[in-house]
């Protein structure tokens, strides 16, 4: 199996910064995509920020010059520095991995339990 864990959410306030992190584990043979989503109280899940195997990022407007996504490919960690948060930002945050296990053909991608952010006005 294949476990991905989030950890640095928390409460701050506006103007603040944090660092989400997300760390793979398992029966892993390769990851391609990682990524972070977030999904605000009566909203749909939306994508944040994603990064290949390579380096290469994309972002959504609405975070893009405030949010920073990394990787850590040795540590199969993605981490998500996140600036000059605003009450909007509010959320659930998850991570995702495009994943090949051990011995396996496919590719399946796994999802984090989630952390919540919340920013106060």
């Known amino acids: 199996q294949v476990q991905l864990v989030e950890s640095g959410g928390g409460l701050v306030q506006a103007g603040g910064s944090l660092r989400l992190s997300c760390a793979a584990s398992g029966s892993i043979g390769n990851i391609n995509d990682m990524g972070w989503y977030r999904q605000a109280p009566g909203k749909q899940r939306e994508l944040v920020a994603a990064?290949?195997?390579?380096?290469?990022?994309n972002y959504a407007d609405s975070v893009k010059g405030r949010f920073t996504i990394s990787r850590d490919n040795a540590k199969n960690t993605i981490y998500l520095q996140m600036n000059t948060l605003k009450p909007e930002d509010t959320a659930v945050y998850y991570c995702?991995?495009?994943?090949?296990?051990?011995?396996?053909?496919?590719?399946?991608?796994?999802w984090g339990q989630g952390t919540q952010v919340t920013v106060s006005s």
């Open positions: 995702n991995a495009d994943v090949r296990r051990i011995y396996a053909l496919r590719r399946d991608v796994y």
């Open positions: 990064i290949t195997s390579g380096g290469s990022t």
